[in-house]
């Protein structure tokens, strides 16, 4: 029962990750609050996608990719908090910062927590 957790929950922040860098090219702000440049966009499509196809790969690929997502936005929250952009390609905004944190943790929750192969 675990498994399907973890790949709703990949799936769901997959999907969520690909709407938000889509939504970043039409309408930015996003909703208002969530600033994002075109890097940006890319990087939460990429995410999105690659959160996908290790949903639909198995739960050794899902716990890859959870540390490697995990790992990827935890760098870019780091990098926001600490001097505002991303290497001067990007402007990382506090309400970017806030959701790569949770994206980061989310994905390193079920990374983590997954149960072995």
Do not use: E, W
């Amino acid at each position: 029962m675990y498994p399907a957790n973890v790949k709703t929950a990949f799936l769901t922040v997959g999907a969520l990750l690909i709407v938000i860098g889509a939504l970043g090219f039409v309408q930015n702000p996003i909703l208002g609050i969530l600033d994002v440049g075109p890097l940006q966009n890319l990087i939460y499509v990429g995410a999105g996608i690659a959160a996908i196809g290790a949903a639909m790969s198995g739960i050794g690929t899902m716990r890859l990719c959870g540390r490697v997502l995990g790992i990827v936005f935890g760098g870019l929250a780091i990098a926001g908090f600490t001097t505002g952009g991303l290497f001067g390609l990007a402007t990382l905004t506090q309400a970017a910062n806030y959701l790569h944190v949770a994206v980061s943790l989310l994905f390193l929750y079920y990374a983590l927590l997954a149960p072995p192969v």
